[in-house]
């Protein structure tokens, strides 16, 4: 079975920064893509940055300029770090990959999600 791992969430000022990681552990034989969404309250989950395997990414143009996605293949751990935080970043950010087991199909898996909160 495959997991993601989340961390680096937490409550920081305006301004501040953070380092989200996710770390993909069990039977994969190989990763497409893995990203970040987010979901604020009353709002829907939406992609803030994902990166695939060619080391093509894609950013939500509302963070374009203070985050960047990364990855370390050799770990399958994709990490995002963030900068210039603004109230509106706030939400449960949830780490997704795309996956090949060593046993199955291409799928989809989540993270449980982690809190990020942007508040003086």
């Known amino acids: 079975q495959v997991q993601l791992a989340e961390s680096g969430g937490g409550l920081v000022q305006p301004g501040g920064s953070l380092r989200l990681s996710c770390a993909a552990s069990?039977?994969?034989?190989?990763?497409?893509?893995m990203g970040w969404y987010r979901q604020a309250p009353g709002k829907q989950r939406e992609l803030v940055a994902r990166?695939?395997?060619?080391?093509?990414?894609n950013y939500l143009d509302s963070v374009k300029g203070r985050v960047t996605i990364s990855r370390d293949n050799a770990k399958n751990t994709v990490y995002l770090q963030m900068n210039s935080l603004k109230p509106e970043d706030t939400g449960v950010y949830y780490c997704?990959?795309?996956?090949?087991?060593?046993?199955?199909?291409?799928?989809?898996?989540w993270g449980q999600g982690t809190q990020v909160t942007v508040s003086s």
């Open positions: 990166i695939f395997s060619g080391g093509h990414t």
């Open positions: 997704n990959a795309n996956i090949k087991p060593f046993e199955g199909s291409f799928g989809d898996y």
């Open positions: 069990g039977s994969i034989f190989s990763i497409n893509a």
